[in-house]
């Protein structure tokens, strides 16, 4: 039978041809969304290993966080702005979810994941969704979710309304245009707990701060980040 299945595959490939999201070489068979070359390369942070990473000082001053994790380094024209347009813009999800899992597997050896209650991806405004179809945070705390077994939740943390394209406005105006975007839902659920918010890329971290903030407004609650990337450092 699996003969069989990689053979329909193979046959399959001839006529639709898949291709890896970050170099746009043609996939072999036993790789799924990143070629074994582009996964060799990632530029990763490896904030994860460090007492001290540059990663700490993007929330500094502004909101309390336990950690602040990045898997990547995002570099404009680079691999990893073509890893996260396929997943924001193309509909590939799963690379979401695969990059994930496999950033969970890594975080959760280190033990600063213990006692965390929730994962909460930044959700997208209900509109946004619609348009795009799925969440692209959500896939990322699927992965999360599947490696560490902390279990992700989309009903906590929802957001109120539509927000303008960020590009072009100074960090003023946009910590004016995000700081209500978001409320919790279930105040009670997420008193005394630990959570982590999860997000594709981190810049500025104006949205991210908006959500954490809301967050550490209920009692008694602490906030770790991570993200697939960060442009900064
Ligand atoms: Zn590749």
């Not at 994941?113 to 930044?122: D, E, F």
């Not at 509109?127 to 959500?138: D, H, L, M």
Request: contains cysteine; aromatic residues 10%.
């Amino acid at each position: 039978m699996k003969k069989f299945l990689n053979l329909f595959q193979n046959l399959l490939s001839l006529f639709y041809p898949r291709f890896c999201v970050a170099c746009g070489n043609s996939l072999q068979e036993n790789e799924t969304h990143l070629c074994l070359n582009c996964l060799l390369h990632l530029p990763e942070t490896n904030c994860h290993l460090f007492e001290h990473h540059s990663l700490d000082d993007i929330f500094r001053g502004r909101v309390k966080v336990e950690n602040t994790f990045a898997l990547l380094y995002y570099r404009k024209g680079g691999h990893v702005q073509q890893i996260l347009h396929h997943l924001k813009y193309k509909r590939c999800k799963e690379v979401g979810k695969e990059l994930g899992e496999y950033y969970g597997k890594k975080l959760l050896i280190t033990g600063k994941l213990s006692n965390i209650a929730y994962i909460i991806p930044i959700p997208l405004h209900p509109k946004k969704q619609k348009i795009r179809g799925y969440n692209q945070s959500e896939w990322i705390a699927m992965g999360l979710s599947n490696a560490t077994g902390i279990p992700y939740n989309t009903k906590l943390l929802i957001r109120n309304t539509f927000t303008e394209t960020q590009t072009k406005k100074n960090r003023y105006n946009r910590w004016e245009n995000v700081k209500d975007v978001f409320q919790i839902n279930d105040k009670e659920k997420l008193a005394n707990k630990h959570v982590i918010i999860c997000d594709d890329v981190l810049t500025t971290g104006a949205t991210t701060e908006a959500a954490i903030q809301k967050i550490l407004e209920v009692k008694n609650t602490k906030v770790t980040v991570i993200t697939l990337a960060t442009a900064n450092g």
